[in-house]
């Protein structure tokens, strides 16, 4: 096995070691992580599914949200 072989060996179980012992100790940031990209799914579904629906009027809007107090 050549040098750089083994060095690239190494240095990928120093990265998984590291990846690893950040997500034990941090999962607060994996969670937020993955908070924020459910929240932009969302976003991108609730986006299409108003492009595809019919518009509404202002009137309309506004009748709906003095109804709603």
Known sequence: MS???L???EL???LKAALTE???ERRDWV???VEEALED???RRAIDEGLESPT???A???ALLDDAE
């Open 7 to 9: 060095e690239a060996n």
């Open 60 to 62: 309309e809007v506004f």
């Open 3 to 5: 040098a750089t072989n």
């Open 41 to 43: 799914i969302a976003l």
């Open 12 to 14: 990928k179980l120093l």
């Open 22 to 24: 950040v997500l034990e």
């Open 31 to 33: 969670r937020g992580i």
């Open 56 to 58: 509404a009027s202002r």
